[in-house]
């Protein structure tokens, strides 16, 4: 019926136009009618991209805004004004013009769309049950939305190889790929690195690597995301969990000085995997493999509970004790001023707030010394050699308490030296294995720490940590750009982020500082930074203030499905401490 | 106050007294020789037995079990294929579908199997379970069923009712003429029994209640059966 009633508007539209192009209405840009819709966009935006802008969803598989249009799909056909005989035009690479009307939902649109998805999935395996992809997959999404027929093949399906290891991140199942060649042009347009290509003909084709050259680009990762089908699936996640099971958190990669932006998949208190998420001004949404790897130290070889003395003097005690007995050493040492201070700039801008205001009021220190990871490789677009998220932030807040920074090399000299016989480390991520023997000579070593190291060894008082899928907090990138990331679960066990423990340390040396969050250590401390972070707001991250407790977006968010229904707010924490102490309503 | 029964007049024999005393001990003895002897019958479909010598309709559970419909959903049991391996993916679908979420499942891969995912643990926690159903409902591959047509065992510990896979997986194995394993063979089977498992493969059933009707030899009715022939 709706369709009927938009019949006329073409109709309507002038059937022999006056010689030479219309005046444009909206001068500067291009205005067309969607559905019946007016739309106002700039000059060569495409219909898919047009329609989306108000709202209309035109189906696609092959389009991609960041990748050339291949159109092969045709999923995407619309009826268009301007089409040459009244043909079904592709949306993806047809611009709009001025003047013209596009239907997205005539009886003809949706007769290809049906036929289209037939003719894709005539030998599809359907083996959703065993598929990765299953849940954020569109092939599901536009089968229930645009088709719901029954296969009306009555021969066997074309077999193909179901596992083929591309290279060492990435696995194809050739059955379920529908030629889109996302994968193929990223690689050849975003990775520049074009290692993958249509390999056969017909219905015999696949995607494959060259022969002898495995998928072993640093940014192969990408191709498993813009697959809209299981066909690429990430070999690190394969199998190990169901996508509708997980929620997201918006997270920071922490494994370099880029900080990318995430969505952190978690379940209960694991992290499953990061997906990147999307900014223009940092990464697109593109992420490297290393960086997708890098979430393992969440999940393993965590240090849970608070623990006290070395070797086989070492016992387990409560983090709060361990805290209080951390104090009383620092207190001793930094009055004979033989005290130093190591912080990690892995560790977020809270949590060296934090420690910072320990270092200088509890502890009287000047200096602060700067473990974090050694530096990796890097490259001209995402990744960076520094391999730690926050040096930057580190540096604003020791320019902001006075402490002047030095490098870690500088320490196991002055530990060797003798001049100090006493350490503090906010994180135990060292550039140098090597120097953690060194810290075997010290007389007290307080180590906050997120999992077991080299350096873990050597530590008087172990303080549990929590990294930052568990916390609220911020990085500043290496070009000076904070970015707030969200705690996606509570702290383990006993660990608590490392401005907790700080705090914690500074109670034990008589501060009277408490903290109950980290937007509140912020909101103390912050303003010490002065105008080092222009523009930025701590509550900045968009809806962050209509998050009750922490309500999860669900893995698939991107595609605008409902949450994972299983991860809600835990049910004994009913009220959102943090949320209670937020002051802005909007 | 009690209605009054009329004192009818007795007649000779009864005046005798003995004869109905030895009478009514004869009927007496008659039941109890009946039931005492008698009233236990294997057949556990109570109303398939043979009630000419004993009425006793008492059923002695355990050893005596009332048979079910066929449709009951009792114990689960994880479908096995002819090799031994579970039907099942580790789809999850069960495990999600589950108000009473008492089902855990990892999935694993199978390096030699037209099927990868298997799945590593498959547990169900019979005390949670609400005995809906809707995991059988919602299995894309009839890899679980609930025709075992016994309840839970009881047991003195809760760790006893959690059912882990090998526990699970029994019952006669069952194939389609849309398995993998079938279309694409197996190495774990062999080339002989690859024919004749394609050979008896059925159809992939539409509709979930007739091949429960069919399943053979797992049902009480059919160990009823078993017992009737013997």
Redesign the interface.
């Known amino acids: 019926m709706a369709d009927d009633t938009k019949q006329p508007t073409p109709a309507a539209a002038p059937p022999k136009p006056p010689p030479g192009p219309p005046p444009p209405k909206n001068p500067g840009f291009v205005t067309c009618t969607v559905d019946g819709r007016e739309v106002v966009v700039k000059a060569g935006t495409n219909v898919v991209e047009a329609a989306k802008s108000i709202g209309i969803e035109i189906p696609y598989y092959c389009y991609h805004k960041r990748l050339s249009i291949a159109a092969n799909c045709r999923m995407c056909l619309v009826e268009m004004s301007n089409a040459p005989m009244g043909k079904l035009m592709p949306g993806c690479q047809m611009p709009v013009a001025e003047g013209i009307t596009i239907q997205t939902a005539t009886p003809r649109v949706k007769d290809q769309q049906r036929a289209t998805l037939e003719f894709i999935l005539l030998n599809h395996p359907v083996?959703?049950?065993?598929c990765d992809q299953?849940g954020e997959c569109k092939l599901q999404d536009y089968y229930m939305q645009y088709d719901l027929k029954p296969s009306r093949l009555d021969v066997?399906k074309v077999?193909k190889d179901?596992?083929v290891q591309l290279g060492p991140g990435v696995t194809l199942d050739e059955e379920r790929c529908i030629l889109c060649t996302r994968c193929v042009r990223f690689m050849r347009e975003v990775a520049k690195q074009p290692q993958l290509g249509v390999a056969m003909r017909g219905s015999r084709s696949t995607i494959s690597a060259f022969p002898g050259q495995p998928l072993d680009s640093k940014y192969a990762g990408n191709t498993v995301d813009i697959c809209p089908v299981g066909a690429l699936t990430s070999t690190d996640f394969?199998?190990?969990g169901?996508v509708?099971?997980m929620s997201s958190a918006r997270s920071i990669c922490t494994g370099c000085s880029r900080g990318c932006n995430t969505l952190l998949d978690y379940l209960k208190d694991t992290t499953y995997r990061y997906r990147p998420r999307e900014n223009d001004a940092v990464n697109q949404e593109w992420m490297c493999d290393d960086g997708r790897r890098s979430y393992k130290y969440l999940n393993n070889d965590r240090l849970l509970v608070a623990r006290e003395g070395r070797g086989a003097a070492r016992r387990d005690l409560p983090a709060s004790a361990a805290a209080a007995a951390a104090g009383a050493t620092l207190k001793e040492h930094s009055a004979q001023g033989s005290l130093a201070a190591l912080f990690s700039p892995l560790a977020s801008v809270e949590d060296l707030l934090a420690a910072a205001l320990v270092a200088t009021e509890g502890l009287g220190l000047a200096e602060v010394f700067v473990g974090g990871r050694p530096d990796g490789w890097q490259d001209d677009f995402l990744k960076r050699a520094d391999e730690n998220p926050n040096r930057k932030g580190l540096e604003l807040v020791a320019q902001a308490f006075g402490l002047l920074v030095r490098p870690f090399a500088d320490l196991p000299r002055a530990i060797e030296a003798g001049r100090v016989k006493a350490v503090w480390a906010v994180g135990a991520e060292i550039p140098d294995a090597a120097a953690a023997e060194s810290f075997g000579k010290l007389e007290a070593f307080v180590c906050q720490t997120y999992g077991q190291g080299p350096l873990t060894r050597q530590a008087t008082v172990l303080l549990p940590a929590a990294p930052h899928s568990e916390m609220d907090g911020t990085f500043v990138n290496f070009e000076g750009r904070p970015q707030r990331f969200e705690l996606a679960y509570w702290p383990r066990e006993g660990s608590s982020p490392h401005w907790k423990l700080a705090a914690e340390v500074g109670k034990a040396l008589g501060l009277a500082w408490r903290f109950q969050s980290a937007r509140e250590v912020w909101k103390e401390l912050g303003p010490r930074l002065g105008d080092a972070l222009p523009g930025f707001v701590w509550d900045g991250l968009p809806s962050v203030s209509r998050r009750r407790g922490f309500l999860p977006i669900a893995a698939g968010t991107v595609d605008g499905r409902l949450p994972g229904y299983r991860e809600r707010v835990p049910e004994d924490v009913s009220g959102d401490t943090r949320f209670d102490l937020l002051d802005v309503s909007r | 106050m009690p209605y009054q029964l009329p004192d009818s007049e007795l007649n000779l024999r009864e005046r005798l007294y003995f004869p109905e005393v030895i009478q009514g001990v004869g009927i007496i003895m008659k039941q109890f020789l009946r039931n005492f002897f008698f009233g236990r019958q294997k057949d556990p479909d109570v109303l398939a037995r043979d009630r000419s010598l004993s009425q006793n309709a008492t059923i002695a559970y355990p050893e005596e079990r009332v048979p079910y419909p066929p449709a009951y959903r009792g114990l689960h049991r994880l479908v096995p294929r002819e090799d031994g391996r579970p039907r099942c993916?580790?789809?999850?679908?069960c495990a999600?579908i589950c108000p009473a979420q008492c089902i855990y499942i990892e999935?694993?891969?199978y390096p030699d199997d037209?099927?990868?995912?298997y799945p590593v643990k498959f547990v169900i926690d019979e005390l949670r379970c609400v005995v809906c159903g809707f995991c059988v409902e919602a299995c894309?591959?009839d890899a679980i069923r609930m025709d075992t047509g016994e309840h839970a065992p009881p047991s003195y510990t809760r760790a006893a009712q959690v059912w882990d896979e090998k526990r699970l997986l029994r019952g006669p194995p069952v194939s389609y003429q849309n398995d993998?394993w079938l279309?694409?063979g197996s190495p774990s089977i062999s080339p002989e029994k690859l024919q004749e498992m394609r050979a008896r493969a059925k159809p992939f059933p539409l509709n979930a209640t007739d091949e429960y009707a069919q399943t053979p030899g797992f049902s009480v009715r059919a160990l009823a059966s078993e017992a009737k022939g013997k």
């Open positions: 083996d959703c049950a065993i299953a066997p077999q179901k596992r394969r199998f190990r169901r509708w099971f | 993916v580790a789809c999850y679908m999600t999935a694993g891969e037209p099927i990868e995912k894309p591959k993998p279309r694409r």
